[in-house]
Nanobody, 130 residues
Framework: QLQLVESGGGLVQSGGSLRLSCTAS????????IGWFRQVPGAEHEGVSC????????YVVDSVKGRFTISRDIAKSTVYLHMNSLKPEDTAVYYC???????????????????????WGQGTQVTVSS
């Protein structure tokens, strides 16, 4: 069974940067996209950035475009979320998920309940202080 482990979260000042990592136990060939989501208490999770595993086609939601980028290292079975110019409103628990049917844009723009994805990680806390 595919397992995802996030790392790299922490406390950073406004304007700072962090790089989150999402490492898969082993990427099955049928996994099409991996995405980053975030969630704050009392709200549903929202898509942040998603990437196609096979060709690296990436999608970034408007709210973080120009500040966040996504990349993948197939050899390491890892997807990275590079976060720059962080703002207090970026504070959230960040999760990664994997899916075998969705395009990166569909995965990010129309989040499903977490149990509907092929895998969902345990999350990593990002806190941005003002």
């Amino acid at each position: 069974q595919l397992q995802l482990v996030e790392s790299g979260g922490g406390l950073v000042q406004s304007g700072g940067s962090l790089r989150l990592s999402c490492t898969a136990s082993k990427l099955p060939e049928n996994i099409y996209a991996i995405g980053w989501f975030r969630q704050v208490p009392g709200a549903e999770h929202e898509g942040v950035s998603c990437v196609s595993v096979s060709d690296g086609n990436a999608y970034v939601v408007d709210s973080v475009k120009g500040r966040f980028t996504i990349s993948r290292d197939i050899a390491k079975s890892t997807v990275y979320l590079h976060m720059n110019s962080l703002k207090p409103e970026d504070t959230a628990v960040y999760y990664c998920a994997a899916d075998s049917t969705l395009t990166p844009q569909a995965m990010c723009d129309l989040p499903w309940p977490r149990e509907n994805y092929d895998a969902w990680g345990q999350g990593t806390q990002v806190t941005v202080s003002s």
